[in-house]
């Protein structure tokens, strides 16, 4: 990078690695000053703001192209925030909708698009309670971007649960799903299969070449599977691996507890074309972006029942446990299909621009 | 307009007039079905949702230039959705800052916007609680685009208010500030000048060659001056008239009342250089976007100590009754200065696009 463009904003600030990371944490998150509102956090780089029992998110969507196999922007949209709610613990109530919109953009693809948020609403039993709408000149955005915030209470299931996870004889840091809540030993379970999104997005660009005619994006909401899986208890934390994937997921939560982390290829949920696509073109799976899947760090007691919850919900039939918190390690570290060890770092940025 | 643009997004339909009232109630709320939440209903247009006694809001930033006299796309984002919710009757509480900026956007140039908006929030005792990044290539976007989503909680001050409100006979429709609760003889404050911001902005743009070498933005957060409205009682409704101005704001005002509004030109706060600026461009003073100024309807009762609450407040010292809901007229009459009477038409666009 020239030197220079240490002073600008590059494609991997937005990436969900490490670069993100530090735009977030040196430039971004010192500049806002927490007063009252410090249970979770800005640091924490959590999902959503608790203000008391409301819990409080904001995502926005630039994915491109805006319609792919298995949703667009808008289920995109909605799914996310709904996520981004449930992940810390909440029962999701409201979201927004604020369009910005480029001129020209055909009125049938908004008609579309707003169809597919609402019917992904549906499906999450939230509502679209408030919007907002800019027009930015030709030329100037590139067809549309949502931005969708939402808010949700405190899921009536949370107290019970975490009661659970804390008859093991743990303390508990946070009345949240929160990283600050795990401690060695507690397994992780991924909801179903990784990179599903991202592949598919990346299949549906055409310019890379890759074809992967059958796979979709899983793009969903996953307030239901989560709420089952609290019903069990013994649930800690919970994270969708969005951006950077599942390995920026675990790296965060490593560095957050100082904990490290072995999880076993073996056991990871991964499509064939996936797969393909991955060794065609050099990338990781473990860095590849998804969308509907949530991944939980769950005391060793309920490990088992927590992972029949999940596979009990249609969203959640390829779920895994996929390792464990453990001292043995420093930072993630993963048991190779063939038995070996190596280090799953950090991503540096996406291998895929605009993926959400 | 040629047939095939028909199908499409035109300027117009950001505009905050006409064309914007038509596209989101043709083709966007219609889409989005209230289950439970209905209580302030999407088809009334108001600035924020509400959910039980939690109120929720939306808004995003696209104005150009991003720096400008008074202030910045900063300054503009926290105190837009500090006033959304403050004009339900909430005390605004959280705020989130989801930033979607374009490859290559200088660092320093994120930093000030970012100081700005703790700035504002600090100035309106309110947190930037949660927020979201994303980046987009290069000549995708036009620098940055802020979307700030904000929470509150139902003013502590409502309710006595509204009961004085009530205190003249009238039974209120609402338990919000809201257009329903209006009736005839309830009188219109505005909080100060008109046009200061769309005008500022113009200048600031320079390609239309206007010179306003003393004229700021008005942005600013109004929660603690609609509070002190609040303290005196018989405020039924309050609105910001950002895009469409005064103009949209009143014409909505009277088209959900039913009933007829009159105002007195010589009553509406303007400064020298908007009311020359106006002449100079054939543009109208009413249609113009405002960032820091607040319209109360006020029971014709506490009229006269609402305005003088608002006129203590810093903000609010150039305030005035600028007139009346009657059933006199339909739609929105103005008294012009040399004592005719013209109709205030519902604008069709923003004359200035991108303003906010």
Known sequence: MAEEEFNRISILHGGGGLYMQKLLKEHIIPRFRSRRFKEIPLDLLADSAVIGDIVFTTDSYTVKPIFFPGGDIGRLSVSGTVNDLSVVGARPLGISCALIIEEGFELAKLGRILDSMERAAEEADVEIVTGDTKVVERGKLDQIIINTAGIGRRSEKLDENLRRAASDGRSLKSRWLDPRNIRPGDKIIISGTIGDHAVAIMAAREELGLEAPNLKSDAAPLNKLISEALEIGGVVACKDPTRGGLAALLNEWSETTGIGIIIRE????????????????????????????????????????????????????????????????????METEIGGLRYVPMPIGDPVPRIC
């Open 266 to 333: 073996a056991s990871l949920p991964i499509r064939e074309e996936v797969k393909a696509a991955c060794e065609i073109l050099g990338i990781e799976a473990l860095e590849l972006a998804n969308e509907g899947k949530a991944v939980l760090a769950v005391s060793g007691k309920y490990a088992k029942d927590v992972l029949e919850a999940v596979r009990s919900h249609p969203l959640g039939r390829d779920a895994e446990i996929i390792g464990e918190f453990t001292r043995e390690y420093n930072g993630v570290v």
